[in-house]
Antibody, heavy 122, light 108 residues
Framework: QVQLVESGGGVVQPGRSLRLSCAASGFTFPSFAMHWVRQAPGKGLEWVTFISYDGSDESYADSVKGRFTISRDNSKNTLYLQMNSLRPEDTAVYYC???????????????WGQGTLVTVSS | EIVLTQSPGTLSLSPGERATLSCRASQSVTSSYLAWYQQKPGQAPRLLISGASNRATGIPDRFSGSGSGTDFTLTISRLEPEDFAMYYCQQYGRSPITFGQGTRLEIK
């Protein structure tokens, strides 16, 4: 079965960096685009970033552009989110998510990880 | 950026009743690229509907989606106790992908 397992969250001071990982299993990871979505405590969902199946295309929310970088290692079936210059408003649960179909499919996010909490505080 | 506005903010109904949730977009949603999610406390969101009206795998047929352009609706025909949760709409047709602010469906 499809599994997405995030790791790397924790407490970090403002201005510091953190890298999240999302280990994928149960499907052909190199064939699927991936996304990161976050949810601040008690708030709604916010899309963060996308990477195409082969890593050739990326897009970012304005709130993280220039600070966050998405990447993937298809040989390790792992998705990453490098977060630099962290701010208190980046505090959230971060989810990795996969769309329904592979390659250039545009669809809702069918599979989600359990999330990893990032807290930015001094 | 396409802004999605969900209404009502909170919907109070009883089991067995029909629920109608609305999602209005600030611009037309490309190719009806509109999804609905259910989220319960402490859990990841669950995809209910994709492409405005296509139920995701394993979703009961009491959930249905409709609409096009700027106006979309999620209908739950007969509420079960496990349906009381938060619901979000999402457009994925134009970057940035955006979510609505959510509708809380609570037991009356």
């Amino acid at each position: 079965q499809v599994q997405l397992v995030e790791s790397g969250g924790g407490v970090v001071q403002p201005g510091r960096s953190l890298r999240l990982s999302c280990a994928a299993s149960g499907f052909t990871f190199p064939s699927f685009a991936m996304h990161w979505v976050r949810q601040a405590p008690g708030k709604g969902l916010e899309w963060v970033t996308f990477i195409s199946y082969d890593g050739s295309d990326e897009s970012y929310a304005d709130s993280v552009k220039g600070r966050f970088t998405i990447s993937r290692d298809n040989s390790k079936n792992t998705l990453y989110l490098q977060m630099n210059s962290l701010r208190p408003e980046d505090t959230a649960v971060y989810y990795c998510a996969r769309v329904i179909g592979g390659y250039y499919d545009s669809s809702g996010f069918l599979y989600w990880g359990q999330g990893t909490l990032v807290t930015v505080s001094s | 950026e396409i802004v999605l506005t969900q209404s009502p903010g909170t919907l109070s109904l009883s089991p067995g009743e029909r629920a109608t949730l609305s999602c209005r977009a600030s611009q037309s949603v490309t190719s009806s690229y509109l999804a609905w999610y259910q989220q319960k406390p402490g859990q990841a969101p669950r995809l209910l509907i994709s492409g405005a009206s296509n139920r995701a795998t394993g979703i009961p047929d009491r959930f249905s989606g409709s609409g096009s352009g700027t106006d979309f609706t999620l209908t739950i025909s007969r509420l079960e106790p496990e349906d009381f949760a938060m619901y979000y709409c999402q457009q994925y047709g134009r970057s940035p992908i955006t979510f609505g602010q959510g509708t809380r469906l609570e037991i009356k």
